[in-house]
């Protein structure tokens, strides 16, 4: 199974801040990795694909990079609606999830 | 649009056959490939498995002996089984789209539904 890592499990920011999100494979994935936004009492919203695309309709304040096993995801500049719970997936084998990033207001 | 709809019982006694259905609306069924995923309460997401229209499946290993997913493209819609369920299958469970299938990223998501299972 391919492990999947993500740091921190939470966050807290503020507003116009910058953030980070780290995940890691456990192994090589290439660039098979996807972002999701979950909001609570809702379903999982994609954000990024293949690591960096954009899906449509998302902001460009979002974005992904990273390939093998190593991948950020970066919001530029916090909005009030970005406060949520951040999840990276595998699809290079079988499917697996990170363990969720929580971001919290500071 | 495209959308997807969960349903089933929201209740299912422990050792029974959890079974839910999720329907597609806005399109055909006939071109993607569809997968379950649950995420227990306050904790993360877990993939289920996936069906083709054809028929084709596959499922996560650690859940294999106990799932059966099918596709009833008459009905635009597929089916998640799984058996012999305990506490630890109490969960919200959500059908997806998958791009670029069969190992591809999930697009599109139902709002999921909640399942717990009872003693």
């Known amino acids: 199974d391919i492990q999947m890592t993500q740091s921190p499990s939470t966050l807290a920011a503020s507003v116009g801040d910058r953030v980070t999100i780290t995940c890691r494979a456990s192994e090589n994935i290439s660039k098979w990795l996807a972002w999701y936004q979950q909001k609570p009492g809702r379903a999982p919203n994609l954000l990024i694909y293949?690591?960096?695309t954009l899906q449509s309709g998302v902001p460009s304040r979002f974005s992904g990079s990273g390939s093998g096993t190593e991948f950020t995801l970066t919001i530029s500049s916090l909005q009030p609606e970005d406060f949520a719970t951040y999840y990276c997936?595998?699809?290079?084998?079988?499917?697996?999830f990170g363990q969720g990033t929580k971001l919290e207001i500071q | 649009q495209v959308q997807l709809q969960e349903s089933g019982p929201g209740l299912v006694k422990a050792s029974e056959t959890l079974s839910l259905i999720c329907n597609v609306s806005g399109g055909s069924i006939n071109s993607n490939y569809w997968s379950w995923i649950r995420q227990p309460p306050g904790k993360g997401l877990e993939w289920i498995g996936f069906?083709?229209?054809?028929?084709?499946?596959n499922q996560n290993p650690s859940l294999k002996s106990r799932v059966t997913i099918s596709v009833d493209t008459s009905k635009n819609q597929f089916s998640l089984n799984l058996s012999s369920v305990t506490a630890a299958d109490t969960a919200v469970y959500y059908c997806?789209?998958?791009?670029?299938?069969?190992?591809?990223?999930?697009?599109?998501w139902g709002r999921g539904t909640l399942v717990t299972v009872s003693s």
């Open positions: 293949k690591a960096s």
């Open positions: 069906v083709y229209y054809s028929g084709f499946t």
């Open positions: 997806a789209r998958v791009v670029w299938g069969p190992w591809g990223y999930l697009d599109l």
């Open positions: 997936h595998q699809y290079n084998s079988y499917n697996t």
